[in-house]
């Protein structure tokens, strides 16, 4: 999903988040938001290194205020590759978040509508970003459409 008009971004370079973990995409982790492209922002995961920093758009849904994991019942995880003792993340969370500046709630867009139909056809080229590697990102020819998914 993609908004015709690119969104606003409020973010800032220090400002922390929670974000999906796109090498584990059942964690949800606090993140930094080490840049800003335009409507995009990049981010590097509290405990890794700069090497897993990642692009999101500024309307994903993988990105969220800090706390909204524990409100809906989840618990932040370490990133993949964190690099201390993993019974050391408890503290690391709070010595990482004492007087951080967190990103407000105007930050935080809502995603885009999804369109009535799937406009991609078979053959179509496009920019394709690695989901492991988001860094990664291709060119790539439309092989299949199924539904809303393109493959």
């Known amino acids: 999903k993609q908004a015709r008009i690119p ?3 409020s973010f800032r370079p220090g400002m922390k988040l929670e974000a999906q973990d796109p090498r584990n995409l059942t964690s949800t982790c606090i993140a930094t ?4 492209a335009g409507p995009m922002i990049r981010l590097r995961l509290d405990g890794s290194d ?8 500024v309307d994903s849904s993988d990105l969220h205020p800090v706390g909204y994991c524990e409100r809906q019942g989840g618990l932040l995880q370490p990133p993949l590759g964190f690099r201390m003792n993993p019974s050391s993340w408890p ?8 007087g951080a500046t967190v990103a407000g709630p105007d930050c935080f867009k809502g995603e885009p509508y999804t369109p009535p139909t799937n406009a991609f056809k078979v053959g ?3 920019e394709a970003v690695d989901r492991k590697n988001p860094h990664l990102i291709a060119p790539a020819t ?4 199924s539904g809303d998914e393109i493959h």
């Open 50 to 57: 700069d090497r897993n920093d990642f692009w999101r758009m």
């Open 142 to 145: 439309v092989g299949a459409v």
């Open 124 to 126: 179509m080229k496009l």
């Open 91 to 98: 503290s690391f969370l709070v010595k990482i978040l004492d």
């Open 7 to 9: 969104p606003e971004n």
């Open 33 to 36: 938001c080490i840049s800003t």
